[in-house]
């Protein structure tokens, strides 16, 4: 199946820096979207970049992805303690429908 | 509505027992996911909807899962003779249609004693 896999497993940082999660993914995509999950607010849609997209922003969001890489990145700019969350990729493949295939996700903590 | 609802928030079944979780998508949204997620991994696809025409089960992990949107908005998902290894806890989103970004709701966490 066309499962994002998110790197690093956790990332520690401190408030005001920038973190930094990769997702790798084996086959050709439609588009791929970024999810973060914490206690709070559940399962949250983030953004969504399309196979013929390269960069896109949204407020200190940005997503860049490299379709002959098969990589796709999130850089959070200016981080607070309310991004301390699981941020998952979903690419969602040429073949997979409209189902949403999960990795592991990224355990982001931001310390105060 | 505002968002997905889903009910009962919490549900603690003894084990052969039956279960039926409910969801509410967004009013207009015309496909409905059925999620599982494990504990410390990421949501996995269980069944998807457009209107009432259940398009994909393959998620489905066995006969005993069964999911059902007769009137193409609300959907139940039921587990039949629960057993350990069915709780989790299960998501559902709805989106306006193809390729679209999924809304979530905020789960039902499934307990099987």
């Known amino acids: 199946s066309q499962q994002g896999e998110e790197d690093p497993q956790a990332l520690s940082i401190q408030e005001g820096e920038n973190a930094t999660m990769n997702c790798s993914y084996k086959?050709?995509?439609?588009?791929l979207q970024w999810y973060r999950q914490n206690s709070g607010r559940g399962l949250v849609h983030l953004i969504l970049?399309?196979?013929?997209?390269r960069e896109k922003h949204s407020g200190r969001l940005r997503v860049t992805l490299d379709t002959s890489k098969k990589s796709s990145s999130l850089l959070i700019t200016a981080s607070r303690a309310a991004d301390t969350a699981s941020y998952f990729c979903?690419?969602?493949?040429?073949?997979?429908?409209?189902?949403?295939?999960f990795g592991e996700g990224t355990q982001l903590t931001v310390n105060p | 509505g505002a968002g997905v609802s889903q009910s009962p928030r919490y549900k603690v079944a003894k084990r052969g027992q039956d279960v039926a979780l409910r969801c509410d998508p967004i009013?207009?949204?015309?496909?409905l996911f059925w999620y599982q997620q494990a504990l410390g991994q990421g949501p996995e696809f269980l069944t998807y909807?457009?209107?009432?025409?259940?398009?994909?089960k393959s998620g489905l992990p066995s006969d005993r899962f069964f999911a059902e949107r007769p009137e193409g908005s609300v959907s139940t998902l039921k587990i039949q003779r629960t057993q350990q290894e069915d709780s989790a806890v299960y998501l559902c989103?709805?989106?306006?249609?193809?390729?679209?970004?999924?809304?979530f709701g905020p789960g039902t966490r499934l307990t099987v004693t």
């Open positions: 970049i399309r196979s013929n997209e």
């Open positions: 989103a709805s989106s306006l249609g193809y390729t679209v970004e999924q809304y």
């Open positions: 909807f457009q209107n009432e025409a259940q398009l994909d």
């Open positions: 979903a690419p969602e493949g040429e073949t997979s429908g409209s189902r949403l295939t």
């Open positions: 086959t050709s995509i439609n588009n």
């Open positions: 009013s207009g949204h015309v496909s």
